[in-house]
């Protein structure tokens, strides 16, 4: 069975400082990864995925995130944190060889930015 | 302009009363899917749509039908809501299955 953890729900940074936001997931197969940002009474907005290329791939917003195979991992990065980053983030998996075709969510990590 | 709409937005209802919440999406995607979400546990997928007349269940389908008769509506129907249903919904569409999501806008459901 698909399953995607973000180990904190909670991550404070610095405006300025970089951030990470991590993401590890268990798929068979190759997967399908992407990163989904949630601003407070809205619905959810793509940032960025990975199908298969680069293992660093590069989104909205100046994000990025980094494959990683052997850790089974798709961390989200941003070299300089904003205060407009404040924010609820979902990693997302899907196998690229599930007949079934359903998608993962982790449950979230709020990612806060202070000033 | 390309969007995911939902309605209602809001909806109070009481146990048992059948309801339906509508989704529409202009973009011509063949992918739809309806999402709950609760804290703590993210989004889970309760269905999902390749194409007109091809559904199948996400991991929480229970107490939920859907159709998809058309390409761009894809309605989410409780047919005797209950209390455990009260969630955040949403629902999103794709190109295809390996695409970036579209989410509308969401509905907040309370079952008394």
């Known amino acids: 069975a698909q399953s995607v953890a973000q180990p904190e729900d909670q991550v404070n940074v610095a405006e300025g400082n970089p951030l990470t936001v991590k993401c590890t997931y268990s798929?068979?197969?190759?997967?399908?990864l992407f990163w989904y940002v949630q601003y407070p009474n809205r619905g959810l907005q793509f940032l960025l995925k990975?199908?298969?290329?680069?293992?660093l791939v590069k989104g909205s917003y100046g994000f990025e995130a980094e494959f990683n195979k052997s850790q089974t991992s798709f961390h989200l990065k941003k070299p300089s944190a904003l205060v407009s980053d404040s924010a609820l983030y979902f990693c997302?998996?899907?196998?690229?060889?599930?007949?079934?075709?359903?998608?993962?969510f982790g449950p979230g990590t709020r990612l806060s930015v202070l000033p | 302009e390309a969007q995911v709409t939902q309605n209602p937005r809001y909806l109070i209802t009481v146990t048992g009363k059948k309801l339906t919440v509508t989704c529409s999406q202009n973009?011509?995607?063949?992918?739809m899917s309806w999402y709950r979400q609760d804290p703590g546990l993210g989004l889970r997928q309760i269905y999902y749509?390749?194409?007109?007349?091809?559904?199948d269940k996400g991991d929480v389908p229970e107490g939920y039908k859907v159709s998809r008769k058309e390409k761009r509506n894809f309605p989410l129907i409780l047919e005797s809501p209950s209390p455990n249903q009260t969630s955040l919904y949403f629902c999103?569409?794709?190109?295809?299955?390996?695409?970036?999501?579209?989410f509308g806008p969401g509905t907040r459901l309370t079952v008394l």
């Open positions: 990975y199908i298969t290329g680069d293992n």
């Open positions: 999103a569409s794709s190109v295809g299955a390996g695409d970036e999501q579209f």
């Open positions: 798929v068979s197969g190759n997967p399908y």
């Open positions: 997302a998996v899907r196998s690229r060889w599930n007949y079934g075709q359903n998608f993962v």
């Open positions: 973009m011509n995607h063949e992918y």
């Open positions: 749509s390749m194409n007109v007349e091809v559904t």
